[in-house]
């Protein structure tokens, strides 16, 4: 008798621990993915929106526009540099870069002579300049609030990032609280009531973006590591000899002997002869995959055009790697628009996700307190009950906000 208690107590407590080890799940998951949900759901939509903040200058900004057919060929950075240092109003020319898709424009970043910088927008194949465009556009606003919220990016960097450790937290618990979560792929939307549907909008959606999930947090993860000193060596680089005056004239003999000690390099930004670097540089796409531009260059004494030196992504070292890796990986870019779109509507997704999960909860607290579950009770739920938690995201929201005076004046 007391052999079959042995044995069977084990059991007992086997079952009594299954449902409180699920408990604990799911409040680290409900914790992880709720607190800051209102935070999170801000920053995945302007990541969203970054992803395609290029497109948006360009409906915003004519002078971008150029018509496909016109613009093949070979781009002409030698005469687009000497056009902009001619540009009125210009003193000096920092960098160019290679237009975003067939029908966008060369951005040239330019200073005046007060040192505030703009943009001007020259034709790939022709070179002439079509116009000027502000140095605060989408791309740089959604850029800035997405990644460091207009912080100084000491401070806003890691706030940021560390919701990459709380999407990791909620992934991995979600495979354990979703019960054979592999079956939910096809599972329809019910509208049975508001809390049915966003329930299982909040299971659909998350089965489906389960990799894009992972893929943002592991490359939000790196960039709060990074942001902490753990950011892999830079590539390498030209030590400069003396500070050289700024040069955007005569450099086609410059141009012409780096891209013959390059070919194949597809030059996707241009770094001119200034006060940061007495050399050109040209940075590109070559056989390396996803890796940024500077991971591929060649860097050109401008007086006598000899090559000083040309690196190539696939030297890189593993640590060097995963940290080139990680912004073609977090925006979708490296593939045109065939990655971008799919990482825009995933966006999308993701940022839906974020919202449903707050929405759940607050319809989940109406039905407790016997009001009716109903979509706009889920919206204002989302405001009213995380009473601690709302004031801090709010308040990381604004923030982002009132300072996009000081970036758009240029005062930061």
Request: proline residues 6%.
């Given at each position: 008798?007391?052999?079959?208690?042995?044995?069977?107590?084990?059991?007992?407590?086997?079952?009594?621990?299954?449902?409180?080890?699920?408990?604990?799940?799911?409040?680290?998951?409900?914790?992880?993915?709720?607190?800051?949900?209102?935070?999170?759901?801000?920053?995945?939509?302007t990541g969203t929106l970054a992803v395609?903040?290029?497109?948006?200058?360009?409906?915003?900004?004519?002078?971008?526009?150029?018509?496909?057919?016109?613009?093949?060929?070979?781009?002409?950075?030698?005469?687009?540099?000497?056009?902009?240092?001619?540009?009125?109003?210009?003193?000096?020319?920092?960098?160019?870069?290679?237009?975003?898709?067939?029908?966008?424009?060369?951005?040239?970043?330019?200073?005046?002579?007060?040192?505030?910088?703009?943009?001007?927008?020259?034709?790939?194949?022709?070179?002439?300049?079509?116009?000027?465009?502000?140095?605060?556009?989408?791309?740089?606003?959604?850029?800035?609030?997405?990644?460091?919220?207009?912080?100084?990016?000491?401070?806003?960097?890691?706030?940021?990032?560390?919701?990459?450790?709380?999407?990791?937290?909620?992934?991995?618990?979600?495979?354990?609280?979703?019960?054979?979560?592999?079956?939910?792929?096809?599972?329809?939307?019910?509208?049975?009531?508001?809390?049915?549907?966003?329930?299982?909008?909040?299971?659909?959606?998350?089965?489906?973006?389960?990799?894009?999930?992972?893929?943002?947090?592991?490359?939000?993860?790196?960039?709060?590591?990074?942001?902490?000193?753990?950011?892999?060596?830079?590539?390498?680089?030209?030590?400069?000899?003396?500070?050289?005056?700024?040069?955007?004239?005569?450099?086609?003999?410059?141009?012409g002997a780096a891209l013959a000690a390059?070919?194949?390099?597809?030059?996707?930004?241009?770094?001119?002869?200034?006060?940061?670097?007495?050399?050109?540089?040209?940075?590109?796409?070559?056989?390396?995959?996803?890796?940024?531009?500077?991971?591929?260059?060649?860097?050109?004494?401008?007086?006598?055009?000899?090559?000083?030196?040309?690196?190539?992504?696939?030297?890189?070292?593993?640590?060097?790697?995963?940290?080139?890796?990680?912004?073609?990986?977090?925006?979708?870019?490296?593939?045109?628009?065939?990655?971008?779109?799919?990482?825009?509507?995933?966006?999308?997704?993701?940022?839906?996700?974020?919202?449903?999960?707050?929405?759940?909860?607050?319809?989940?607290?109406?039905?407790?307190?016997?009001?009716?579950?109903?979509?706009?009770?889920?919206?204002?739920?989302?405001?009213?009950?995380?009473?601690?938690?709302?004031?801090?995201?709010?308040?990381?929201?604004?923030?982002?906000?009132?300072?996009?005076?000081?970036?758009?004046?240029?005062?930061?």
């Amino acid at each position: 008798m007391d052999m079959a208690r042995d044995r069977a107590a084990p059991t007992g407590v086997g079952r009594a621990s299954r449902p409180k080890a699920s408990r604990i799940w799911w409040t680290v998951h409900q914790w992880a993915g709720l607190k800051l949900s209102l935070f999170m759901a801000f920053i995945m939509l302007t990541g969203t929106l970054a992803v395609v903040s290029h497109e948006i200058d360009w409906l915003l900004q004519p002078s971008l526009r150029v018509a496909p057919a016109s613009a093949e060929g070979p781009v002409q950075w030698a005469r687009i540099a000497h056009n902009a240092a001619d540009h009125p109003g210009v003193a000096e020319v920092w960098s160019l870069e290679a237009p975003t898709a067939s029908a966008f424009a060369v951005k040239v970043t330019v200073a005046d002579a007060g040192g505030d910088l703009f943009y001007l927008h020259a034709h790939p194949a022709t070179g002439a300049i079509q116009g000027e465009g502000p140095w605060v556009g989408a791309q740089r606003v959604l850029r800035n609030m997405h990644r460091h919220l207009n912080l100084p990016t000491a401070i806003g960097v890691p706030i940021v990032a560390f919701l990459g450790i709380l999407l990791l937290v909620s992934l991995v618990t979600s495979l354990v609280v979703y019960k054979k979560w592999w079956r939910g792929f096809t599972k329809p939307l019910r509208a049975r009531d508001a809390r049915t549907w966003w329930g299982d909008f909040h299971r659909l959606a998350g089965v489906w973006s389960l990799w894009f999930v992972a893929l943002i947090a592991l490359t939000s993860v790196w960039y709060f590591a990074e942001s902490l000193g753990l950011d892999a060596p830079p590539p390498p680089e030209v030590e400069a000899a003396a500070e050289a005056r700024p040069q955007a004239r005569g450099l086609e003999p410059a141009f012409g002997a780096a891209l013959a000690a390059y070919p194949g390099l597809e030059v996707r930004r241009v770094l001119l002869p200034g006060k940061l670097s007495p050399v050109l540089q040209l940075h590109g796409d070559y056989e390396a995959v996803l890796v940024r531009p500077r991971a591929n260059a060649v860097w050109v004494d401008p007086a006598t055009s000899r090559v000083l030196l040309t690196t190539d992504g696939r030297d890189m070292t593993v640590h060097q790697r995963i940290g080139e890796m990680a912004d073609p990986l977090h925006f979708g870019d490296f593939g045109g628009y065939w990655t971008k779109i799919v990482w825009f509507l995933f966006g999308l997704l993701l940022t839906g996700l974020s919202l449903s999960g707050a929405a759940i909860y607050s319809l989940r607290i109406a039905r407790e307190r016997g009001g009716e579950a109903r979509l706009a009770q889920a919206f204002a739920g989302m405001w009213r009950d995380l009473p601690r938690w709302r004031w801090l995201s709010a308040t990381l929201i604004l923030v982002g906000f009132a300072l996009l005076p000081a970036l758009i004046w240029q005062l930061a």
